[in-house]
């Protein structure tokens, strides 16, 4: 039994410590925002933020963690979707086929924290994450539309 912080609220998951964290997410918690996409954290589908970092949870074993640390999902970055990166991503209309977005959002908006007024450099360094239909100028733009948002 291991105790997660997960978007603000303690769950008592059972996984064994080798576990990925994106599992229990998804199968224990019932958090299906945070998608798989490699397994060996080169795509960013499945990124989380961990005490506000963001983090790959494909690679991330549950038995690494402690109650004390804060892991945040997409469902947790707002419960309205009204967080600026959000409505910069429907506004600019980001999505092709969706399934990166959310590693996409959750990057972006752990860059934004850092960095409130990020350069094209900036962003495209921060912004690993692999997207298969190619939206990354859209990404860019809303990047820096949600910087606008948060002035």
């Excluded at 933020?49 to 690679?59: F, K, L, P, T």
């Excluded at 990166?100 to 924290?113: D, P």
Aim: proline share 4%; net charge positive; hydrophobic share 40%.
């Amino acid at each position: 039994m291991a105790k997660l912080n997960v978007n603000g609220r303690m769950r008592n998951v059972q996984a064994e410590a080798d576990t990925p964290l994106l599992w229990v997410i998804r199968e224990q918690v019932g958090l299906t925002g945070t998608k798989y996409g490699c397994g060996v954290a080169q795509c960013g589908a499945c990124s989380v933020h961990i005490n506000g970092e963001v983090r790959r949870s494909c690679s991330i074993p549950v038995g690494t963690l402690k109650a004390s640390d804060k892991i945040v999902t997409i469902e947790g970055l707002s419960a309205t979707s009204s967080h600026p990166v959000q409505e910069a991503w429907a506004a600019l209309d980001v999505p092709q086929c969706g399934y990166c977005q959310s590693g996409q959002i959750m990057a972006a908006a752990a860059l934004l924290k850092k960095n409130p007024k990020p350069t094209d450099k900036d962003i495209d360094e921060a912004m690993t994450n692999i997207c298969r239909c190619g939206t990354y100028q859209r990404i860019r733009a809303a990047v820096h539309l949600a910087a606008g948002k948060r002035a």
